[in-house]
């Protein structure tokens, strides 16, 4: 089974920016979730996509935004990008209502200069 | 809301010392719990999970957890560590049927050998 990928990997933006991450979620997943991880903390909840709703938020501003595809796939969006949106963002897949586990990929790190 | 606290920031063992790392949750109802290992430059990777029946758990690499309700704990041990444990390692809960993990901050494993 493949697992998690995100794209890029690395990223630099300026302050005002938008910028759109992407992740393709592990095969016979249909639920995506995304995750800030800031330095020296443990990631926190953004949002989960399911059927292509969005199925819960955390505590996050509207400029945070995302989507998923037919596919299961998955972007999230940043507006008005700030200094302290400077983290590394995890996605992570898993099935609804499973709860057998979250399988994450390896994360964009993003820098916002 | 749920909260999950890690005890120790940092830990540092020496190799075949014993490892044990805390994890208290808050959080009234019924809960999954999870441990969740980063090695450097790598991915979240699920070392063990608690979703019901025995309270000891037992995961990857040796590693297992007590589920201790009482005490809203779910402590991470190991024998015996070895330098390949180096690693951050991170408790997290999600709600029966909920749609996110609450990430406890996170510990930092280093091993010398």
């Known amino acids: 089974e493949t697992g998690v990928t995100q794209s890029p990997t690395h990223l630099i933006k300026t302050r005002g920016q938008q910028v759109t991450l992407r992740c393709s979620s592990q095969?016979?997943?249909?639920?995506v979730s995304w995750y800030q991880q800031a330095l020296g903390q443990g990631p926190q909840f953004i949002f989960q996509y399911y059927r292509e709703e969005e199925n819960g938020r955390g505590n996050f501003p509207p400029r945070f935004s995302g989507l998923q595809f037919p596919n299961y796939s998955s972007e999230l969006n940043v507006n008005a990008l700030e200094l302290d949106d400077s983290a590394l963002y995890l996605c992570?897949?898993?099935?609804?209502?499973?709860?057998?586990?979250?399988?994450f990929g390896s994360g964009t790190r993003l820098t916002v200069v | 809301a749920q909260s999950v606290s890690q005890h120790n920031h940092h830990v540092i063992l020496s190799e075949a010392a014993s490892l044990e790392l805390g994890c208290n949750y808050s959080?009234?109802?019924?809960?999954?719990l999870f441990w969740y290992v980063q090695y450097p430059g790598q991915h979240l990777q699920l070392l063990l999970k608690?979703?019901?029946?025995?309270?000891l758990v037992k995961g990857i690499k040796g590693f297992e957890a007590e589920f201790i309700k009482s005490k809203f704990s779910f402590n991470l041990r190991k024998p015996s560590v070895q330098w390949s444990d180096t690693a951050e390692y991170f408790c997290a809960v999600n709600a029966l049927y909920g749609n996110k993990l609450v990430f406890g901050a996170g510990t930092i494993l280093r091993v010398k050998s």
């Open positions: 095969s016979g997943h249909n639920t």
């Open positions: 608690y979703f019901s029946g025995d309270p």
């Open positions: 959080y009234g109802g019924t809960v999954n």
């Open positions: 992570a897949s898993s099935n609804h209502g499973a709860n057998y586990g979250y399988t």
